[in-house]
């Protein structure tokens, strides 16, 4: 089968490589229809996070499940069906908990053998390992592109506002609208935000936040904190979601968020950061940080996407072929796509 | 002024009454722009719940403010404002956690000696106690007969629902689709849920769901169980609001609702009732129960109806005089108004 | 090996059955060290509930781990491990909400065809499906008879007062003082009950009550009301545990709790009830009914176990022979005993 | 009256000032028969946190209600009350929700200019705005030094760990010792943490933590991680409580917090800090942080004292004079007491 395989920064190559089998009783095979080329997946493509050359990345993925170990009881073969971007044992003390998203026995597809050796899913084919928590049945109706965002990002933007506690009536901000920001927003908005101020520097995605329903606000051309509180009497947000990553952004979350509001930290940060404790502190906020538990969110996601609440089709700007990745992957690091969906 | 007031059952009278004055610090006098007749209002001009006759009724109201006490800090003479149907003291145990409806000084507009003698707000003018808590400004742009909705009705609806720790992706079920239940299709539906089922026995009011955006069932030339399982895999709803007040209402609520669900009961209950406490106790089921706390819910329902976001004006089905209040309750009485807006 | 099997009402036997091996790969199959008699098997012994003739009884234990399947991950044969009364999947809607209890495969131990055909443990090894759930280590210097507590009855206790949301200041009434009732005591103490109302008829129940540091009042010598009054200014208890399971048990929770507060059903019912809903109602009471989710508190309650904060062992009044189990029976059956471990 | 006010760095007075008389009519007058002198005091008096010359000091105090206005209606003349060392006003948007420590109007007693002009409790008498919130009553039975704890330290305490969700069978870190780390220690134990691991560098304050239920770990010839480590199966504590208020403290809970643990900032935090924002992300930790919401508190922490549950006593080591402010606050700044109570 073929595969899309890290070769060194800035190059992917499509290789042959042999098709995998269940080898626990609970892994199953997945042939892949579609797989999405994510944020995460371009910080490897650059290098910045390394991975073995040749190992196959990729880890968002719809497809059909072509084998199944005896202890699948979830899915059966030949359903559709999509998988979230780890695997999760459904033993632990955090699967326990149900935050899967720290199991300690926790694999990520397509990141190396720092994240569990587990192949990606940009490849004809794949192997899932404890498939009755890590894949669904997808429901009938929900187009494949769909489905693909339950996996991973529209998890996260869910998550973003859900594990910050948004009521059904509260402001939300949302800094930084790449993917993961434009699911935010469509998550705020489906979770009773009143009103979501949409702040970023990129005129088409502020576009694209105006269209979800979201007030855009360019973060230098015009003044965040300023129309934040024209938007809440002053006071500032309830929740603001932190979609970038950094200091600056964390920053900017803290001033726009009100006293004893929410801080939702969905942006990826490694490093140290300068944070202004004094501000945090004398507003009471709080913070929720770190990966979402997209596997917890799979059965509302999957909801409001059936149901057709949540759509988040409007950020595939690509559909490209498996075999033309290094293209793919190229035109994402350009920041022309928002969303490249690949098949074979 | 002219005040509606209750003379025997069946009858009121529009009669002459002094003008208000503000005795205690906090206390306001509003002039009233629009008032509303709710069904607690013909529970009183049945008879059914009893009252002195003279007293004046009504407790849904918007309007202007026209004198406040020294101690009157969070509205103004000349603001338009909406009220409670109740007011609270803001100090007692209940106030201090934010339980404003079980307040120990709680007092209910219109409903005579009982209930805090407080006059009501079917009238040209209405003293208003504890105005800092109890008024609240319409929001800009928010018109009259949407701002009455907040104070009663609407509030009751957000309250059936995020009471019920309703979240994002849940499918609901409601039963009885009076006012308060169609305000919890809305509330549900801004809340996240996935789907809204909605069960009644009257045309008007199942089409008025579908309107809304629910899924409408016929108590009895459809079967609601049926629907819920079609719906759910099976499983039953998240949340089954009950807003009908009656046993069979509650136990077809708690038939509907999943294992480890919530039964949501808005409907006035005032009598001993059979429940089948083994079906409740099997499934696990919750219980949420009693009054709204329309005051605490107050600031997101109007940021909600100021967004655009919910909007009971479809409720609205007459406009009538004050003068003409006896018309106005016999056509209430007959079933044929959704709401009726009485106004000088 | 030896197994206690049901025979008929009032009749149980000690035959010899084959030891089980694992099946499935996440079987384990323990040796049971101690196994306790639960007001549960008592339903059996009486034919109240009804099971197959010969098959084993019995769902609270604790033992070592003497043959585990591939996939077993958790536990390693020759653990010290302590069991749930039942089984879970881990796998389906319920489970990966975490509310275990209610998982769509739940297997209950020895309850016969209609909860799953598990043989029990009242025996001298059982076979333990979804063993990574099922099982857990016994902390290091526990007791065996303490630990056997936390698959059942503390577990029960722990989310008597957990699930109803009792916050540390609350204070706390428990109707019925049978194990759970005790545990449900206990349980309040350590989640930082100012104040425990313990209620019943017996004299050594409510002494025990006393010594676990609740305040004893007699149901019928004494007023739990006035006494419930006395304690809380005249407000009623914040959450009021019902452990009986029958409609007066539960209509006196309703009455001992305070405007808002919850009632925590886990006396088991199984019947239709009359509950008086306009008390319900008017009092905005909160329900939390149905078995409790023990696998979902099992870290917590051996983690309290193992710090000597919470200690069931005074509750054991009985240490028997397996092989006497007719006359064990007996003596649960007449009153005589709170808790009755049996060992080999 | 002789009231105890800030000269210059390192100088309070004792001064003669007028009786204070209730102005608004929520206003009372307390004359303090005990009030403590707190860390906040401290900043003041070594210039730290400025504040105008003469200005009376001091926000902990127990006295007797002698004057009150027409709206006070939970206290009344002649009873024995405790105050929060902040008021507020019980109506803005903050204390709607009920999060009192940010009312839109809160000011501080014996803070200066910039936190309402509020005269300090280290005096005779105190003026008590909003009284209706800001008193309470000292339950029967309770001490005056004790109740001094609730309306500040104690309610610090409470709050560090209620406010983090902190779940009976929990562990706790608790990283500095001063009164407001050896509440925190109480606090959770009475919440039901399984263990505390209590972290400082000085002896005595180590021994208390070891007297109050807590293991005692020193900062620097011990290792806390490895302390916390063992005794959590090598996961992290589920709450770790941060009572020091600078970077290190805060880095150091966030590495002894487990995957999904929530850090309690209750330290006092006024400036920039660096924070391993790649540690807290990855580890999906949650913050909490600010002033502690005393008021919204003060109902449980009064009944856990009342009931014995709570002791801040042990805490206190100094009794002193009003007289001889001067000397306590060098006693104080000197770290030889941790707390001290002035009475007239």
């Known amino acids: 089968m073929l595969a899309v395989t890290f070769q060194e920064p800035g190059r992917v190559a499509v290789e042959e490589r042999p098709e ?26 650059h290098g910045r996070v390394q991975i073995e050359p040749g190992f196959t990345i990729g880890h968002e993925y719809v497809g059909t499940v072509v084998a199944a170990g005896d202890g699948v009881s979830q899915v059966s073969v030949g359903d559709r069906v999509l998988g979230t971007f780890h695997s999760a044992c459904g033993h632990c003390f955090f699967c326990r908990k149900g935050v899967f998203q720290k199991c300690d026995e926790s694999r990520v597809f397509g990141h190396g053998k720092t994240l569990g050796s587990l192949q990606g899913t940009q490849a004809e084919q794949v192997l899932v390992p404890h498939a009755n928590l890590t894949l669904r049945r997808v429901p009938e109706g929900l187009s494949n592109e769909a489905a693909l965002f339950a996996g991973d990002v529209m998890g996260t933007g869910y998550h973003a506002v859900v594990a910050a506690g948004l009521e059904p009536g509260d402001t939300v901000a949302v800094v930084g609208l790449g993917p993961v920001g434009l699911c935010a927003i469509m998550a705020a908005r489906v979770a009773g935000a009143a009103r979501v101020i949409a702040i970023d520097m990129v005129a088409e995605r502020l576009e694209k936040a105006r269209e979800l329903g979201a007030e855009p606000v360019h973060l230098t051309d015009e003044d965040p904190r300023a129309a934040v509180k024209a ?44 944070v202004h404790m004094g501000v945090v502190w004398i507003k009471n906020l709080n913070f929720v940080t770190g990966h979402a538990n997209v596997m917890g969110h799979l059965d509302p996601v999957l909801s409001l996407m059936a149901a057709g609440r949540l759509d988040p089709t409007p950020l595939v700007t690509h559909h490209m072929k498996l075999a033309d990745a290094q293209e793919a992957y190229e035109t994402y690091a350009e920041h022309k796509a928002l969303k490249i969906v690949l098949s074979a």
Chains 1, 2, 3, 4 share one sequence.
Do not use: M, Y
């Open 20 to 45: 995998p089998e269940p080898i626990e009783s609970d892994d199953a095979v997945v042939r892949v229809d579609a797989s999405g080329i994510c944020g995460s997946d371009l910080h490897i493509f």
């Open 231 to 274: 938007a809440t009497d002053g006071r500032g947000v309830d929740v603001a979601v932190e979609a970038v990553g950094n200091g600056q952004a964390l920053d900017l979350a803290c001033r726009l968020a009100r006293k004893a509001g929410t801080v939702s930290v969905v942006g990826v940060h490694a490093e140290r950061t300068e």
